[in-house]
């Protein structure tokens, strides 16, 4: 009888051997000691550094900034978000379209005065704006709207009137010149705007959905919004602490001794930092080295030029319509902010 071969082959012996050489599942890495010693090391290193560094008075004037114009502005910010949701949710969008006149051209600044008593924050404008398209309102009303709601709403002039306290005319300022800008972007859009710059898009339905719970979409919005500006506040305190600390005196006074660079300055920086409109007044007052006509331009351009804004209008109404209305927005802005600026302030 033939014996059979049970000696094992090369190939699985050199697996044995591989095998065996593999660290088991329970077994601590070959460099274990020095693992442990840098995870012991390092960020006891990093808190002292830390610690040391948050002792040091440019960091205490940063801290103090930064906290301040956080705490200054969060109730604004939480009063005004619940207020959208609010809106967002037990509001109709078909209210909107009744209570327009039927000529666009009287729609316009009757859709830039809604925003006076209709609060909503810069990302909830705009798939308002698409929504009130979508149900007949003319675009020429909608951007308006667009523009004017969260730069004119009672929550953002209160905090303004509580950033610039015994400046009454900064508050009138901000209004006027922010109406004026929506009413005139609105008109030029009736005189310039063409349909082919709006892509075709689905309306997004921002109110109640049939059959939903009304509260349910209430503290979704509420939740998704005050995050989401949040986020947007807590950064833009940081920046304007940063800029107040980090920026060499000698350069702000480069900007703020031109009347025309503080404000293109600004306006510019307005579009970088994307603070909430309930909060860029504190941010704003923050900004002692510029002039009031600077800071009003900062808070006009910010609720309707920046680059979330701008990210929002490509997503919803198409890259064509965003860089011209952007840009034209922002210029009208300016102007508006200078001209309106320079009279009351």
């Known amino acids: 009888m033939q014996e059979t071969d049970i000696r094992p082959s090369a190939a699985a012996a050199e697996g044995v051997r591989a095998a065996d050489a593999r660290p088991s599942a329970g077994a601590l890495p070959r460099h274990w000691p020095l693992l442990l010693l840098g995870a012991a090391v390092v960020p006891g290193v990093l808190l002292v550094l830390v610690g040391r560094s948050l002792d040091a008075p440019a960091m205490q004037a940063w801290r103090t900034v930064c906290l ?4 200054q502005a969060l109730p604004f910010l939480l009063l005004g978000t619940a207020l959208s949701g609010a809106i967002n949710a037990f509001v109709p969008a078909r209210v909107f379209g009744r209570l327009l006149p039927k000529r666009a051209a009287l729609a316009v600044p009757v859709a830039g005065m809604a925003g006076v008593v209709l609060p909503g924050c810069e990302c909830a404008s705009v798939p308002v704006a698409n929504s009130l398209i979508g149900r007949g309102v003319t675009p020429a009303a909608a951007f308006a709207f667009l523009l004017s709601a969260p730069a004119v709403n009672p929550v953002v002039l209160t905090a303004t009137a509580v950033a610039f306290p015994g400046s009454p005319e900064m508050v009138v300022a901000r209004l006027l010149a922010s109406l004026v800008t929506a009413a005139a972007m609105g008109w030029l859009w009736l005189w310039l705007g063409r349909e082919e710059w709006l892509k075709p898009t689905v309306v997004r339905h921002t109110g109640h959905v049939p059959g939903g719970s009304r509260f349910t979409e209430f503290r979704r919005g509420f939740q998704h919004d005050f995050l ?35 404000v293109l300055f600004l306006a510019a920086l307005a ?26 331009a900062f808070m006009v ?16 109404f198409g890259r064509a319509f965003a860089v011209r209305f952007s840009a034209a927005t922002a210029v009208v802005a300016v102007v508006c902010s200078a001209v309106i600026g320079g009279v009351l302030l």
């Open 68 to 71: 301040a114009v956080t705490v």
């Open 228 to 262: 989401h500006a949040g986020g947007f506040l807590v950064v833009g305190a940081m920046a304007a602490a940063t800029f107040n600390v980090a920026v060499p005196r000698t350069l702000l006074e480069t900007f703020a001794g031109s009347p025309w660079l503080s």
């Open 271 to 296: 579009i970088v930092l994307a603070v909430c409109s309930e909060a860029d007044a504190f941010v704003a007052a923050s900004l002692t080295g510029f002039s009031p006509v600077a800071r009003l």
């Open 301 to 316: 351009v910010g609720p309707m030029v920046d680059l979330k804004l701008i990210a929002l209008q490509a997503g919803t």
